[in-house]
């Protein structure tokens, strides 16, 4: 695909995104706050269903990891234990031709020396490093002894809580943790939509485990995170791994994996898997002086733990499934000629709505009684949407348009009046064939649940 194409179909997606309720710029009607965004009705649905596939997967169908909800604001000693406070910055350049401030790399080199991306200019600064944390104070009095941030991962209170919660769980390692939260980084150039905000959301695990079992534990979260975006509906060869460089990874990393996602706008980042050593935990036992170890029953022997980190954002994963899922094909109109329809493929467990339920015609109070009935059939085992509004041809594109896998419609069969075999039954339309099938009322609660979970 060409490079205007691929900006295209950006701003398509960018566009339907504000259109149809799913993400909104942040504080819109004061003309917005760079690198933040607000999610809509649909945003929000498509948010949770995400997070609580994660959760099922990685939490609630495994023996071996519990769950925490860590606070955002943390005593600052975590972030100078962590290393936070001092190094988690990036390398600033500022433009002195167009005042552009911006990250070291993305500067660019055409050969003949480093010239900013806006202007061209070549009158740059020395990089300087520019520390990503939001600073803010806690209590009344605002001076250097009520210093915190805003946390920009969520792992760090994992890492302090360690103690804790192997004691109320008693897991034997290897076991984790896992937590979904925000984190917030002041990034220099928030850019591509939602990839690189200020505030986002993680979803991470922290994997604890002995020393010897931490590069084969590497391989296995690697596999396993792969095999979850295959589920949630990315095509597997549109994701890649990338094998962070020695020079890249963090001191204490054995090993680092990008699991990276072909986005328009070119391959970029969506997890990272990493081999921390059991870095984090003797860090935050050395500023503490408190015991972060592990007691081996069998041998006796108290250690501290290893950690492998699969660490992903919602943020990104939500704009990887909008993406992979935008697709424009041609299906006939209500006169049966060809048009252009928009649909958002979806994998029906993510998709923000699951079912949609249209009587024919809204003026025929059976059609629209019997609907109704649907509705509340389904509402305790799915989301569905009611829609009476329009003709069904149109009804069904609005739906399409929003990735909705779903389609009932009650018409005259159901009520038996042509064909009293077809009495209480519907046809429910599959998104992506555009296939209906006739099927009981009665059978919809199980059928749906079965090709949505
Ligand atoms: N605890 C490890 C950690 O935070 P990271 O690679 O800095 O590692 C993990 O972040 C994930 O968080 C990234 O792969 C990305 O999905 C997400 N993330 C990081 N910065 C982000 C930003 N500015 N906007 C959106 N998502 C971000």
Redesign the pocket.
Known sequence: MSTVTDAQRMEKIVSLCKRRGLIFQSSEIYGGLNGLWDYGPLGVELKRNLKNYWWRVMVHERDDVVGLDGSILMNRAVWKASGHEDTFSDPMVDCRSCKARLRADQLIDKGKGRQCPNCGGKDLTEPRAFNLMFKTYVGATEDESSVTYLR????QAIFVQFKNVLEVSRKKLPFGIAQIGK?F?N?IN?RNF?????E?E?M?LEYFCRAEEGMKLLEYWKDERLKFYENIGIARDKLHVLTVPDEERAFYSKGTY?IEYDFPFGRQ????V?YRTDYDLSQHQKASGKSLEYFDEETKQKFIPHVV?P???V???VLALICEAYSEDQAPDEKGKMETRLVLRFHPRIAPIKCAVFPLLKNKEPLVAKAKEIVDLLRPHVFVFYDESGAIGRRYRRQDEIGTPFGITVDFETLGEKDSTLRDTVTLRERDSMKQERVAIKDLPDILVSRIR
């Open positions: 920009p991962e969520t792992a984190a980084r990034e928030p939602t990839f690189r905000s200020r986002f993680q991470e990008d980042e969506l997890e990272g990493a980190e660490s992903a954002g943020d990104r994963t």
